[in-house]
């Protein structure tokens, strides 16, 4: 009988993953599509580095970071007590890093699309900052605002080097589908490995298509480059 | 009374300049910003607006200060109560007509003019589409309609009839004079199509390179045109016994011009130079 754990704390890891993600983002990306600032570029570059750095260095890092032995990771534990390295909340902040681009990008792309002068008509209107955002310009990214949350989401299922360095595989609390994919195999037990693969192909497949579908074309200019590479 | 006097580096058609524009305008006037595309009008309406901040100046309406760049002073655009119609209409697609208009009122208003404006627009039956839907001098009017939303006393008009074809354009010239008496408004526009400034407006001002070049009514500037300017480089420079002949090449024709030897003397082969050209005889070459 196949254990349904790991598979349920891979789709709970996604969605909190993407819903905290969706928040950090929205500012991040709106900072970056309308800021004159000269650290934009450094900061777009910071952003789209989990695209290309294997996700065993973020891991890595994030591991040292992380650690009880390290000044962060010490503070964490004694403050608030908190344990980033082998848990769950360590895989999301994790997942977090390494899925932030598959967020960021579309949403500063959707925004940067928009004409200037809806802002502007807005402002000249008397409308605040705020307001503009939430009735104008958040509205009229929609097909953006969806293709980043499933990025991040299809992304976050397909992690598996992050995961790996940052949580280890304890069952029930860092054994996502993908760990329990490669332990399987480990084990010589291709039977198992196939079923949570083929569970996660077909609803990996389902979510994407249902994007194009949506939105139709929107998808071509956006940047589903790199697949999930782990 | 509108008195602006303002200075900011900019990019204009031909290159990098400074944007040097100082005018006085009073109440309900109707004015018209004229000039060539990349010469500044459009900054003009930007810094009035507030969307763009000069890098000197001050700008003064009704003696309120709304930009004094030595005393730190720059209203937000959100404070400045103006009308801005947008070239691209700006609408927002999200919403109904309704719904961009109602968008636009202030809670704090004393008086709702949208019914009034609806009205005087004819936007009656357009009120529930979206602007995607709506064509080109519908958008318009919407747009117009909901600039005046929150009564402003000053409205701003970016080159707004010039994607419309020409009978829609009469038609909404004839919307907004309607308008800018009906409230009161002190109408600033930003255009280059002669016919529609000579229907409309009640002054010009012509700018040329970021500078206010000149000013007056609009059958002064534009009806008794006695001379104009050709730009052209000299080809050659002939010098006969009576008088020195030069050789301009003017776009793609070739002309001569006698001059004094005291001016010739100043010029030579590859200068480009202006020729004014004072009372032209014009003549209808189909007849």
Known sequence: ???????????????????????????????????????????????????VLPPTVLGFYLLLVFSPNSTLGAWLNEHLGIRMVFSFMGLVVGSMIYSLPFMVQPIQAGFAKLSPSLREAAYVLGKSKWTTFRKVLLPNINPALLTGIVLAFAHTIGEFGVVLMIGGNIPGKTRVASIAIYDEVESMNYAAANQYSLILFAITFLILLSVYLLNGGYFKSSLLKSPNDD | MIDINIEKELLFASGEGQLQIAFQLEQRKFLTLYGASGAGKTSILRILAGLMTPDKGKIIIDGVTWLDITNKINLAPQKR????????????????????????????????????????MDLGNLQHRKPATLSGGQQQRVALARALVQQPKLLLLDEPLSALD???????????????????????????DIPEIMKISEEVIVVEQGKII??????????????????????????????????????????????????????????????????????NMVL
């Open chain 1, 1 to 51: 009988m196949l254990d349904w754990q790991p598979l349920f704390l891979t789709f709970k890891l996604a969605f909190i993953t993407t819903m905290l993600l969706l928040v950090v983002s929205l500012p991040l990306a709106y900072w970056l599509a309308y800021t004159k600032s000269k650290a934009k570029p450094i900061v777009e570059t910071l952003v789209s580095m989990p695209l």
């Open chain 2, 81 to 120: 109560n103006i009308g801005f119609l947008f070239q691209d209409y700006a609408l927002f697609p999200n919403m109904t007509v309704e719904e961009n208009l109602l968008f636009a009122l202030n809670k704090k208003q004393a008086k709702n003019p949208i019914k009034d404006l609806v009205e005087l």
């Open chain 2, 166 to 192: 020409v009978s829609m354009r009469n038609k909404l010239q004839a919307y907004l004079l309607q308008i800018h008496s009906a409230y009161q408004l002190t109408t600033i526009l930003v255009s280059h």
């Open chain 2, 214 to 283: 000149t000013r007056g009514t609009p059958s002064k500037i534009f009806k008794n045109q006695t001379s104009f300017t050709l730009k052209g480089t000299i080809q050659a420079i002939q010098k006969d016994v009576q008088a020195v002949k030069i050789i301009v090449l003017v776009g793609t024709e070739i002309i001569e011009i006698r001059v004094e030897s005291s001016t010739a003397n100043k010029l030579s082969v590859g200068d480009i130079i202006s020729v004014e050209v004072l009372h032209p005889i014009i003549r």
